[in-house]
C-alpha cells in the first residue's frame, strides 16, 4: 500500500478520498489555488502545495505543476477525483512518466473510451447492445441526412467528444436535420475543438441506469450493482439512488454483464461507470443500450457504497497499489435503498442560475457512520466559506440509506429540511418538491421528470405570508427582548395604560410589498394580523435556538436566520424568506436600473452579440457570460438602442457590474 498520495482536486471529493486515506494510514498532499487558499480540503491532508490563480486552467488544471508536486513532496500516487484532470489521457500519462501511479485506469483505457463514436465501435465489437445509430467517421452532410432518414425519426445528434449535455439536439423530422446539425457542429468546434457528430435513435420515456464496475491488474472484474439518475436537468444530474426501481434480477444480470464486457475490452482498470439508456416499453419491460463509460469514479458513487457497505475509494487505492479485487461477483450483495441529493448553489426558478456569496449560515442534519448510514453528508465547505465563481455550483450531497425506497425518501425528506443555508440561493427546497412529485414517489422515472412535473416544481411557495411574516416579527420581538433593559418604560410589550397599542410592519415578500399589524393587548397578549389573517400569536423559544409559534391556529417550530434585513425561516414543510421594508432608509431613494444591463453573477464575458448602435428588441440575446462551469445568456429587458459596451471579451466582472448601456 501506497505510504502517500496527491489528491489532485478540490471540494468534497478531495476531502472524501482524504479520509478513506487517514482510516488507512496512508498521508496525503493537497493542492490548492488561491481562491481555496482556507478550503476545506487543504485542511483535511497532511500537507499542502499552492498550484497557482483561481481559474482551473491557472491551478487545477496544471498538470506538470501537479506533477512537480507530487515529486516534491514524496507522494507514491495521484488520485484525480473526479472533472478536472480524471479523464485526461495524457496527464494520466505523465504521471506514468514521472514514475507516479495514477489512481484510474490506463491510459489507453481513458483514450478509447474518451470519444463517443470509437468508443460505440468498440462496443459493438464487445456485443454490448447499442442504440441504433451510425458511428462513423465519414462526416459528409448528406450522407449523416441518409443515415437519419434510415434510422427513423425522432434522431440525436452528438457530439462525438461532447459531455455535459453540449453538442446535442433532437431532430423531431426530416426537414429540421440540417439546420441542426449546423448548429451541433457549431457548439462541438467550439466546445471540444471537435465537430465530429454520431447520430442515434431517440430513445423515448428514456431511463439513466448506469453499472459501477471495478478491474484490477490480474485480470479480475466485478459489477457492483446499478444506480438510476434518471432525474436530470441540463442533461446533468440532481438525484440518484441504488438499486433502479423496477430492476428485475435478470435484467440486473444482463446490464452487469454488459457492463464487465465493456471494461474487459478496453483491460479496464479500477473503478469506472458504463452509463445506459433504458428504453421503457408499453408492456412494462425495458431494453437497455449502451450510452458512454465514464473512466472515473463518479460523483454519485456514495449510494452504491451505501447499499453494498464498501468503501470505493479504498478498492481503487488497492487495486492501484497492485492488489487483487477485494471480493468476488458472488460475494456482493445489496442491502436496502440508497438515495443522493446534489445540493447546489443555483436557482431553479431562475432557469437553475448558480449563485455564488458566502455561506452565512451552514447547518446540516446529523450525520451516522460512514459506508451504510442512515445520513450521510460529502461535502468541502463550511459556515463562513464561500462559494465563488471558479468551480462548480455543488455544496454537498446528502445520501440517505433504508431498509426500502420509502423509507429512504422519508429519510431523505426530513434530512433536507434540516439543511439550512443562507448566504447563497440553493435548489433544497426544488429537491423536496421533487420527492413529493407523484412522479418521482411512485418510481415513474425518465429523463424528462422535472420538465412533466414543471408545474408543481417552479415558482412554489410552501410557507405563505401570513406565516412568514409572524416568524420575522416573532424573531424582531424575541431579539428586541433579548437586548432591552429591565427598565418597565422601556419596554414595548408590557401593561399599557391606555388600552391596546398597535405597531405597523411592512414587508417585501415574493416581489410585492405587504402590510401587518401587531397589537399589544392590555394583559400582555399579543394578536396579529396579516392581509385577512388574524389571530392571537403566542411566542416562545427552545435552548437549541429554535422558535415556537402559535399563529392562525396552528403550532409551528421553526428556525429563523436573520441576514441584513431579510428573514429566512425554515420549518418541517419548507422554507421561504421575507424582508422587513424600513420606510426611512428607502425614503428618497429614487435610484432605478433604466437601461443598465449588469452581471447576474461573478465571471467571465464570453462575448457580445451587439455592438454600440445596434438596434435591439425585448428578449434579443445581447451577451453571453460564463461562470461555474455553464454559460448564460444575458437578454434585453427592453427595446432600445446599444450605447456603449462597456467590458470586452475575456474580461472578469464582479456580480452587478454594468455590462453595456442600452437608450429607450
Known amino acids: 500500500m501506497f505510504k502517500k498520495i496527491l489528491i489532485a482536486n478540490r471540494g468534497e471529493i478531495a476531502c472524501r478520498v482524504a479520509a478513506t486515506a487517514r482510516r488507512m494510514a496512508v498521508r496525503t498532499v493537497a493542492v490548492y489555488s488561491d481562491a481555496d487558499a482556507h478550503a476545506n480540503h ?187 439518475c434518471s432525474v436530470q436537468r441540463r442533461h446533468q444530474k440532481v438525484l440518484e439512488e441504488a438499486p433502479a426501481p423496477g430492476m428485475t434480477e435478470a435484467m440486473r444480470k444482463q446490464m452487469g454483464e454488459a457492463a464487465v464486457a465493456a471494461a474487459r475490452a478496453v483491460n479496464y482498470v479500477g473503478a469506472g461507470t458504463v452509463e445506459f439508456i433504458v428504453e421503457q416499453r408499453d408492456d412494462g419491460s425495458m431494453n437497455f443500450f449502451f450510452m458512454e463509460m465514464n473512466t472515473r469514479l463518479q460523483v454519485e458513487h456514495p449510494v452504491t457504497e451505501a447499499i453494498t457497505g464498501l468503501d470505493l475509494v479504498e478498492w481503487q487505492l488497492r487495486v492501484a497499489s497492485g492488489e487483487p479485487l477485494p471480493l468476488k461477483q458472488e ?38 457512520a460512514f459506508q451504510r448510514s442512515r445520513v450521510r453528508i460529502d461535502d468541502g465547505v463550511r459556515e463562513g466559506g464561500v462559494i465563488s465563481p471558479f468551480y462548480d455550483s455543488m455544496i454537498a450531497k446528502l445520501i440517505v440509506h433504508g431498509a426500502t425506497r420509502e423509507e429512504a425518501l422519508a429519510r431523505l425528506d426530513q434530512a433536507l429540511a434540516q439543511t439550512h ?60 427582548k433579548a437586548t432591552t433593559s429591565a427598565d418597565p418604560f422601556s419596554r414595548r410589550d408590557g401593561w399599557q395604560s391606555h388600552g391596546i397599542a398597535t405597531r405597523p410592519f411592512e414587508f417585501e415578500f415574493r416581489g410585492e410589498t405587504k402590510a401587518a399589524e401587531l397589537r399589544y393587548l392590555h394583559d400582555g397578549a399579543l394578536a396579529l394580523s396579516v392581509g385577512d389573517v388574524a389571530g392571537p400569536l403566542e411566542i416562545g423559544s427552545f435552548p ?46 429614487t435610484h432605478a436600473e433604466g437601461g443598465r444591463l449588469t452581471a447576474p453573477m461573478p465571471g467571465k464575458v464570453v462575448s457580445f452579440a451587439v455592438k454600440a448602435g445596434d438596434k ?44 453595456l448601456r442600452i437608450a429607450a
Open 42 to 228: 487543504v485542511r483535511a491532508c497532511d500537507e499542502s502545495v499552492h498550484l497557482g490563480g483561481s481559474a482551473p486552467k491557472e491551478s487545477y488544471l496544471r498538470w506538470e505543476k501537479i506533477l512537480e508536486a507530487a515529486k516534491a513532496t514524496g507522494a507514491e500516487a495521484v488520485h484525480p477525483g473526479y472533472g478536472f484532470l480524471s479523464e485526461n489521457e495524457e496527464f494520466a500519462q505523465a504521471c506514468a512518466d514521472a514514475g507516479l501511479v495514477f489512481i484510474g485506469p490506463p491510459p489507453s483505457a481513458i483514450k478509447a473510451m474518451g470519444l463517443k463514436a470509437e468508443s460505440k465501435q468498440l462496443m459493438e465489437k464487445a456485443d454490448v447492445p447499442l442504440v441504433p445509430g451510425y458511428h462513423g467517421a465519414d462526416q459528409n452532410p448528406e450522407l449523416l441526412q441518409r443515415e437519419a432518414d434510415r434510422i427513423g425519426y425522432p434522431v440525436l445528434i452528438k457530439a462525438s467528444a461532447g459531455g455535459g449535455g453540449k453538442g446535442m439536439r433532437i431532430v423531431e423530422k426530416k426537414g429540421d436535420f440540417a439546420a441542426a446539425l449546423a448548429s451541433c457542429q457549431r457548439e462541438a468546434i467550439n466546445s471540444f475543438g471537435d465537430d465530429a457528430v454520431l447520430i442515434e435513435k431517440y430513445v423515448q420515456r428514456p431511463r439513466h441506469i448506469e453499472i459501477q464496475v471495478f478491474g484490477d491488474t490480474h485480470g479480475n472484474y466485478v459489477y457492483l450493482f446499478e444506480r438510476d
Open 331 to 368: 460475494q456482493l450483495q445489496i442491502h436496502g435503498h440508497a438515495i443522493e441529493a446534489r445540493i447546489c448553489a443555483e436557482n431553479p426558478d431562475n432557469n437553475f442560475l448558480p449563485a455564488t456569496g458566502t455561506l452565512h449560515v451552514y447547518r446540516k442534519p446529523q450525520a451516522t
Open 421 to 480: 443555508i443562507v448566504g447563497v440561493a440553493t435548489n433544497v427546497q426544488f429537491l423536496r418538491g421533487i420527492l413529493r412529485t407523484e412522479s418521482f414517489s411512485k418510481a415513474k422515472l425518465d429523463t424528462a421528470l422535472i420538465e412533466r412535473e414543471r408545474a408543481v416544481l417552479f415558482d412554489q411557495e410552501p410557507l405563505g405570508l401570513p406565516l412568514a411574516a409572524a416568524a420575522s416579527i416573532a424573531n424582531t420581538l424575541l431579539a428586541e
Open 544 to 589: 437549541t435556538g429554535e422558535l415556537e409559534l402559535m399563529f392562525n391556529g396552528r403550532r409551528h417550530t421553526l428556525n429563523v436566520y436573520e441576514d441584513q434585513s431579510t428573514a429566512h425561516v425554515f420549518t418541517a414543510d419548507g422554507a421561504t424568506k421575507i424582508t422587513a421594508v424600513d420606510r426611512l432608509a428607502h425614503a428618497g431613494d
Open 616 to 659: 435591439v428588441s425585448r428578449g434579443q440575446p445581447l451577451a453571453v457570460m460564463e461562470a461555474m462551469k455553464m454559460e448564460h445568456t444575458i437578454a434585453a429587458p427592453a427595446d432600445g438602442t446599444v450605447e456603449e459596451l462597456l467590458f470586452a471579451p475575456g474580461d472578469q466582472v464582479t456580480e452587478g457590474a454594468e455590462l
